[in-house]
């Protein structure tokens, strides 16, 4: 056995272990719940210089898994981590890399599938991978996960086939315990062996074609091949397994059991939960009740013989689904189980309990009930074949009203008045903070943003410039999590989440079908306003169907808030953090240096897509911010697609005081970081000049008021800090030019 | 030194609020069993998207060296029960499992006898410890010192292992915080001590039990939505502020609507009225059910109508100003936020972040 050390991790911070040890080439990735942190550990170790692992922060996940996929078919060391819809996005993409046969390394850290969207875990995510073509490994405690990482890319390279390696998301993504891993890197090196990749775009002497267009008899053969593929794994893996065991002293198996040679009544469940079972098994045995519990390490391929073995004795199987194939009277598990019965003539009865949805915990009582359910079914007692357990009916309780409709004449309060010029243009007047007050609240309070948010400010300062009835929409994000926490809404009018890779989509929906009703005379004209708010997160990974909605020219608004990071997940950089800022994927240390790239200018963009409004605002200028949503509103009904950019103090993770965030934002301003101004139709108008009134300052000292950037002070990043002042000023002297210039 | 505590499992459970540092406790106290101590551990927190000022929760396990974990669930019976904020009295399942073999520790300057009132402490071992005063006398934070009192409630856990798993974690991330650290640490340790409270039916036993909503599957909405429109604002969010208010000065307030502006949380009741003789929206109050006490409108308010003041001496049941929007005041709140006193320095101190 090789030198090992004992510590106490969880088990995303095993797999970043791991991935550091194996120094693959790159990692792509997109951060989300609850895998993020593997790329947080990594890019932390990465920061200290502990590896070179190439991190590489994708707008999505689809274009994480692209980017894997590219790194994979140039004959790199690939690894990557997701959980739940991050998977699902991709998934599109995971055909692709075993059907071509490009090895790598896919973390899941199983989480349940939107909608409702909820962070927690199950196993509604993993199952959609069954039919990929993946080999899935499934690791019940942190140090599986780091063992099967290790084990995984010796699998992968050996097979040319993608490896996943899942794991419950929170029970053992999260949570800390002992774990014994390799002192040496090149222990584990040794162990995977070198890589030698058969093929690559890098071998200019026998150059190949990688994805070829084909058809019908060719493709039987490669997905045949695919079959052989999985075939050998099943007689590769328990090798690997033995091999691993010479030097690490830890024995797996695809299929284990725990008191299951007599048993006559067996728990077949996966995960963390296997542990828990157990202990339900040893209360039930004392009881003089023949029980045992059943798991298996390895979900793909299905090695039916290693898991009939286990199970063979068994009268009756009670499968623990964490999902449910919904109308088909069970998860998948109970399905793969119930074949393979099947297979081998078994008159076994299963039972199915849907458990532990949603991160519903699972208890050692829990697990008692649904093998005495098993226990009853072999007495012929009459037993649910299908049960969820956790459910409940509700009691009944009259609904109660809190406020009254906002009527279209309420939210009507002329407190600022739009017209048309001379020469067509749309103008506006008044916004007046006084004029404002008489605007009701379409968002009720209550909600659970941070102390000093700055995204309720910005809201609310949005919608006073909006009369009417409006329809919402929001982006997945800090701004949806904390007004829709179930079974409360802080939302006063009608309102949409959608997950934010297709936000603008969903409300071009909404709003084609409100013209097609109107049109057909089904429901009266309401004279609605369409509008998306969305982070600028929300406007990384939906950027694209933002864009598309604006190609359209959709009549409606997108509001932005730019907090510059993605906050709801505990502050990764995004493509608008400041350049040099620190975040849990940018983070400072020997060799990190923060985020690598300067801030998105999504105005610019937008204003690439000649939609009739662009326009940034800011609360430290309520009047001018009021205004533009009325423009934005008048542009939507009247042109097409309109987008406000403002700038959203988040105290918690910018690292300053919630009290003092306007100044902060004003600082903002000033540095012309955020310049305030607006594109109609093309044609740029600064609305505040810093310079004019004498304000003008340098970046350095906006950054200086957060516990984000504040490092950037020092001596030591003059060079970023210039680097960004020349960007912030490119920028503002070509706005300065379009200013002065209709034409540009 | 081997620990003893008796049986299979010992489970901790502290109860703390976003911001305090108890999923950093947590994290400690868990590698302090599996590293130093040579048991085996495990530690985790509750999850959710928490943001900063909610009640959370932070559960470690310990178990002899031999005996696996088997179980992630919550802990429902515990031997700890660390309390990072009296105010935390009364909140979701606080107190849950709590019995004789409870040592319950109470970060508070009050007395054992108001704080087993306050909390309805059925029976166990408690131990109040003015956890915020020494961390403030010593310059440190509030989980440090109460690290030190679980060690000496413990009375397994020895108190140089508690300093070196902090001098060899934080220690070396933020050296410069480390002596307050340790100061704070045996402060805790030397002014903890317990008193036994006796199952003498004061209050009952108090059991965990995941909460069921009055929607279920037989009457939810499909689909999950929610036609209860504005219904957050039957939150009382009274308990995520810091120990101050903001207070308000008709007299002074000339109803210029920044407070309204600034507002992220919809405090202030603005009506139609008059001023200086003519028709305008004035400024009724704050409703501060609401408030988060983040201080924003004290900084913009033109004319010092808005003052920040400490919350505890001044009785604001009586100044509140219900929403005026509601159409019934006579509705039930719930307590959803909790207090976490802490200074500003917070915000940028040795608090690891989180994940969400």
């Not at chain 1, 509008?531 to 020219?553: E, F, K, P, W």
């Not at chain 2, 001098?167 to 317990?194: H, M, Q, V, W």
């Amino acid at each position: 056995m090789l030198g090992q050390k004992m510590v106490f991790d969880s088990g995303n911070e095993l797999a970043a272990l791991a991935a550091k040890q194996i120094n693959y080439h790159i990692m792509g990735y997109y951060p989300i719940t609850p895998s993020t942190q593997v790329a947080e550990q990594l890019d932390l170790m990465g920061a200290e210089g502990l590896h070179d692992v190439k991190l590489i922060p994708a707008e999505g996940e689809h274009s994480a898994a692209g980017i894997c996929y590219g790194g994979s078919a140039a004959g790199g060391r690939v690894f990557n981590a997701t959980s739940a819809n991050g998977l699902l996005y991709a998934i599109e993409q995971l055909p692709v890399q075993s059907g071509t046969r490009f090895p790598m390394v896919l973390n899941v850290a199983c989480r349940t599938v939107s909608g409702p969207l909820s962070i927690k875990g199950d196993h509604s995510d993993i199952m959609y991978a069954l039919n990929c073509g993946w080999i899935i490994l499934f690791a019940k405690v942190p140090q599986e996960v780091y063992d099967f990482n290790i084990i995984a890319l010796k699998i992968a390279e050996n097979l040319r086939l993608p490896v996943i390696i899942a794991y419950d998301g929170f029970f053992t993504s999260h949570q800390k315990r002992k774990a014994l891993v390799f002192e040496n890197d090149s222990d584990v090196l040794d162990f995977i062996g070198e890589y030698k990749p058969e093929v690559t775009v890098f071998d200019f002497e026998n150059p190949v074609t990688i994805g070829s267009y084909m058809n019908e008899p060719d493709l039987t053969n490669n997905k045949y091949q695919l079959h052989i593929a999985m075939e050998k794994a099943k007689k590769l893996i328990p090798s690997v397994f033995e091999e691993y065991c010479n030097i690490s002293g830890r024995r797996y198996h695809i299929c284990k059991g725990y008191m299951t040679n007599d048993a006559d009544v067996i728990m077949f469940i996966l995960g963390s939960a296997f542990d828990t079972a157990k202990d339900a098994v040893d209360n039930l045995r004392q009881k003089g009740f023949k029980v045992g519990a059943a798991t298996v390490s390895v979900l793909r391929p299905w090695a039916v013989d290693e898991i009939y073995d286990v199970i063979k004795n068994a009268k009756a199987v009670v499968v623990c689904d964490r999902q449910d194939s919904f109308g088909a009277g069970g998860g998948n598990l109970s399905i793969e189980i119930k074949a393979l019965l099947k297979d081998f003539n078994s008159h076994a009865d299963v039972i199915t309990r849907v458990y532990g949805i949603g991160g519903c915990d699972f208890y050692v009582e829990d697990a008692e009930k649904i093998l005495n359910d098993g226990i009853a079914k072999i007495k012929s007692e009459e037993v649910m074949k299908f049960d969820y357990i956790n459910k409940y009916v509700g009691s009944g309780e009259k609904d109660l009203r809190y406020f009254a409709p906002l009527t279209k004449e309420m939210t009507s309060p002329e407190n600022v008045k739009s017209g048309v010029d001379e020469n067509g243009k749309i103008t506006v007047s008044g916004g007046s903070i006084k004029e404002s007050l008489s605007m009701p609240r379409r968002i009720a309070p209550g909600h659970g943003a941070c102390p000093g948010c700055g995204i309720f400010i910005n809201l609310n300062l949005f919608l006073k410039g909006i009369s009417g009835n409006v329809v919402l929409l929001f982006h997945t994000g800090c701004g949806m999590v904390v007004t829709t926490a179930y079974p409360k809404t802080s939302f006063k009018v009608n309102y949409i989440h959608n997950l934010f890779q297709s936000g603008a989509a969903t409300l071009s929906g909404v709003l084609e079908v409100y013209n097609q009703k109107v049109k057909r005379g089904e429901i009266p004209d309401e004279d609605v306003t369409f509008i998306m708010v969305s982070g600028d997160g929300g406007l990384d990974i939906g950027l694209g169907s933002a864009i598309g909605a604006g190609l359209r020219n959709h009549g409606m608004i997108v509001l932005e808030y730019d907090n510059g990071g993605y906050m709801n997940t505990g502050y990764q950089q995004s493509y608008s953090t400041p350049k040099g800022a620190r975040s849990s994927t940018s983070h400072i240390g020997k060799c990190g240096k923060g985020k690598v790239t300067f801030h998105k200018d999504n105005p610019q963009i937008f204003a690439a897509a000649n939609i009739p409004y662009v326009a940034t605002a800011a609360e430290t200028h309520p009047a001018d911010f009021i205004k533009k949503a009325k423009k934005a509103q008048e542009y939507a009904k009247k042109e097409g697609m309109a987008y406000i950019k403002c700038l959203s103090a988040c105290p918690l993770n910018w690292g300053d005081e919630p009290r003092f965030e306007k100044d902060v934002i004003a600082k903002a301003v000033d540095c012309c970081y955020h310049p305030l101004y607006e594109i109609e139709k093309g044609i740029t108008t600064i609305n505040y000049d810093p310079e004019k009134k004498n304000s003008k300052i340098d970046v350095v000292e906006w950054f200086a008021m957060m516990g984000r950037t504040r490092h950037l002070k020092n001596a030591e990043f003059k060079g970023v800090v210039d680097e960004i002042q020349g960007e912030i000023d490119r920028r503002w002297e070509r706005l300065k030019v379009r200013n002065e210039c209709d034409k540009l | 030194m081997e620990a003893d505590f008796g049986k299979d499992y010992f489970e901790m459970r502290l109860e703390s609020i976003g911001g305090l540092g108890a999923n950093l406790s947590g994290k400690l106290l868990g590698e302090l069993g599996a590293l130093y101590m040579g048991l085996n551990a495990s530690s985790f927190a509750s999850y959710g998207s928490e943001k900063r000022g909610s009640p959370v929760k932070s559960f470690i396990r310990y178990a002899k060296p031999d005996k696996e974990i088997r179980i992630n669930c919550p802990v429902i019976s515990p031997d700890m029960v660390v309390i990072f904020h009296e105010r935390l009295a009364g909140k979701p399942l606080v107190m849950a499992g709590v019995s004789e073999k409870t040592k319950v520790i109470v970060n508070s300057g009050e007395s054992a006898g108001f704080i087993r009132d306050r909390f309805k402490m059925c029976a166990g071992e408690l131990f109040v410890v003015d956890a915020l005063k020494i961390a403030m006398e010593n310059k440190t934070r509030v989980n440090m010192v109460l690290l030190g009192a679980v060690a000496k409630a413990s009375g397994f856990i020895p108190l140089e292992y508690v300093e070196k798993v902090v001098s060899d974690t934080l220690g070396k991330k933020y050296p410069k915080n480390l002596e307050g650290n340790l100061k704070g640490i045996r402060a805790g340790f030397e002014n903890t001590k317990g008193i036994v409270i006796p199952n003498d039916g004061k209050y009952q036993f108090e059991k965990y039990e995941e909460i069921k909503r009055v929607w279920g599957f037989d009457n939810a909405p499909l689909g999950g939505v929610n036609p209860i429109f504005g219904s957050s604002v039957s939150n009382d969010l009274s308990a995520s502020r810091e120990g101050y208010i903001p207070l308000f000065d008709k007299e002074k307030c000339i109803n210029c609507g920044m407070c309204d502006i600034y507002c992220p949380d919809m405090v202030y009741q603005f009506t139609e009225g008059e001023y200086n003789g003519k028709k305008a929206m004035v400024n009724l109050g704050p409703d501060y059910r609401h408030c988060k006490g983040c201080m924003r409108c004290v900084e913009v308010c033109p004319t010092s109508a808005i003052t920040e003041g400490l919350e505890r001496e001044h009785d604001i049941t009586k100044t509140n100003i219900n929403n005026i929007d509601l159409l019934n005041d006579n509705i039930n709140f719930d307590d959803v936020g909790a207090n976490s006193w802490v200074d500003s320095t917070s915000y940028t101190a040795n608090e690891i972040p989180i994940d969400l």
